[in-house]
């Protein structure tokens, strides 16, 4: 009887030579162990990219983090040397851009160098093609705006940094003095109109800047737009603008302008605004300005103005400037509340000049008194409420108001 013969299940290989079910699972189950090896590799390099670059490279020396570190780190102690960087450093960088197409180190690298040879449209090239890998890279735009300033295209250099200003918060700042020096020369309008749109953060640190000078003032209504009316965003530049131009002396011009930003559509001057102390829309110098400090406070309220004075100091507590014509006016004022005698008084002076109008000393109650502005050396005139030093000091806790000041009678 002849023996049956049978392949054992168990064997690692058929009669052909093929590999078994155990076989295939053990190359599976070495494979899978080594691709955890090379994962484990690559993290551990990543992870050390930054800290240890050469660790890195020896770990994963093709891995794109490890030559990125190892190539930023180079280029960056050749540039510190004030040379270029050496054939290794050039033969990674070659690497990175090939084993990893998307990264921006490679271009925005011979970007730098494009520049410092004076390859502008080289660099400017490179550039572009690194902030279409990333449209958010602050150092993409920042070398594009160099090149752009070193070609003499203040412009672009200037839309690259207002992007720049949009990424890093706090660099509009920084980006102000420049601007503001560039609206100065011809052209530069309309461009900076264009910047400003598409960048408004700018537009009060700039017009800010601006009005500090008098002269700029066409330019800051032309940047401002139609809608610059007084608020809380245009407050700074509007105040210093007008401020500017009152210490020239402009004060008609600068009430002209004032009008605008609070909206009076009337011709007619007021004699005294806002005589009832509301709260509105208008800033000095011909609205009022209010103090808020240890010798005394002033605030707004209805139809008066709430005065607290430690009678500690002398102190202004209140003050406008008035555009009176020459002539005889009366001035109305009211008192209620705990005064005491003598701790308060309205004045009125010549701008730029020694002549007192008016002194009035409060007492409860309303008061008038007349005054006489001169023909000349009065053009501008301040109101002002002042709080006189006691030889013991005690609180007055007033309300005032509201007042005004008419033309007396001919």
């Not at 006189?388 to 007033?398: A, C, E, I, N, R």
Request: include cysteine; aromatic fraction near 6%; proline fraction near 7%.
């Amino acid at each position: 009887m002849k023996k049956r013969s049978y392949s054992r299940r168990g064997s690692s290989a058929s009669a052909g030579g093929t590999p078994t079910a155990l076989g295939r699972v053990a190359a599976a189950s070495s494979l899978a162990f080594l691709l955890m090896i090379e994962v484990a590799r690559l993290t551990v390099a990543n992870a050390m990219a930054q800290d240890d670059p050469n660790l890195a490279l020896r770990l994963a020396p093709q891995a794109p983090p490890s030559l990125t570190a190892a190539v930023m780190r180079q280029i960056g102690m050749a540039a510190a040397a004030g040379g270029n960087p050496d054939q290794q450093t050039s033969e990674r960088l070659q690497l990175l851009a090939r084993s990893a197409p998307l990264q921006i180190e490679p271009f925005l690298v011979e970007a730098a160098l494009a520049d410092r040879r004076g390859d502008y449209p080289r660099a400017l090239q490179l550039l572009r093609q690194a902030k279409m890998r990333d449209p958010r890279s602050i150092a993409a735009h920042f070398l594009t705006g160099d090149v752009a300033m070193r070609q003499g295209n203040v412009v672009g250099s200037l839309e690259e940094v207002a992007v720049l200003s949009r990424l890093v918060p706090g660099t509009s700042v920084q980006m102000v003095p420049g601007l503001a020096q560039f609206a100065k020369t011809p052209g530069a309008r309309e461009k900076l109109a264009g910047i400003l749109a598409e960048n408004p953060q700018l537009k009060g640190p700039l017009l800010t800047a601006l009005a500090a000078d008098a002269d700029n003032a066409d330019l800051i209504v032309a940047l401002a737009g139609p809608r610059n009316e007084f608020n809380p965003d245009t407050r700074a530049w509007q105040s210093r603008l007008l401020g500017a131009l009152a210490d020239r002396g402009e004060y008609q011009r600068a009430y002209t302008l004032w009008r605008g930003f609070a909206g009076i559509q009337s011709d007619r001057q007021s004699l005294l605004f806002n005589g009832e102390f509301s709260n509105v829309p208008a800033s000095p110098p011909f609205n009022w300005s209010l103090s808020s400090s240890p010798q005394g406070v002033s605030e707004l309220g209805s139809k008066a103005l709430r005065v607290l004075y430690y009678g500690r100091q002398d102190a202004d507590l209140a003050w406008q400037t008035t555009l009176l014509s020459p002539g005889t006016y009366r001035f109305n004022s009211t008192l209620s509340g705990s005064l005491v005698p003598g701790a308060l008084s309205w004045t009125l002076t010549c701008i730029g000049g020694k002549g007192t109008l008016l002194n009035l000393p409060l007492q409860s109650g309303p008061q008038v008194q007349s005054f006489t502005v001169p023909p000349s050396g009065c053009v501008a005139q301040k109101l002002t409420l002042t709080g006189h030093l006691q030889d013991s000091p005690q609180d007055s806790d007033v309300q005032i108001g509201p007042v005004a000041i008419v033309r007396a009678a001919s």
